[in-house]
């Protein structure tokens, strides 16, 4: 298996999870933050373009889900 892209330096923290539906992918991080990207195919490998970032966490994000269409996204994370 190869390593086709990778997000590691897109947080200020460590990227704990990922999560990805329909070309949307969901990163979330150590520094509180969710990131959300437009996954793009670029010859062998993917490229990402960043769509938004939502910062409702006071502390680290430790969890993603998606519902199963793709349009809801639950996150889960420590407490401070």
Same mark, same amino acid.
């Given at each position: 298996? #190869?390593? /086709?892209?990778?997000?590691?330096?897109?947080? @200020?923290?460590? %990227?704990?999870?990922? $999560? +990805? +539906?329909?070309? /949307?992918?969901?990163?979330?991080? #150590?520094?509180?933050? /969710?990131?959300?990207?437009? $996954? @793009?195919?670029? =010859?062998?490998?993917?490229?990402? @373009? *960043?769509? !938004?970032?939502?910062?409702?966490?006071?502390? +680290? %994000?430790? $969890? *993603?889900? *998606? !519902?199963?269409? =793709?349009? =809801? *996204?639950?996150?889960? =994370?420590? $407490?401070?």
């Amino acid at each position: 298996m #190869a390593c /086709i892209d990778s997000v590691s330096s897109a947080h @200020s923290d460590a %990227v704990n999870f990922v $999560a +990805s +539906s329909g070309g /949307i992918v969901y990163t979330g991080s #150590a520094d509180g933050k /969710i990131k959300v990207w437009r $996954a @793009s195919a670029s =010859g062998d490998r993917r490229k990402q @373009s *960043l769509k !938004t970032t939502l910062s409702k966490h006071d502390s +680290s %994000v430790n $969890a *993603l889900a *998606l !519902t199963p269409d =793709g349009a =809801g *996204l639950a996150s889960g =994370g420590a $407490a401070e």
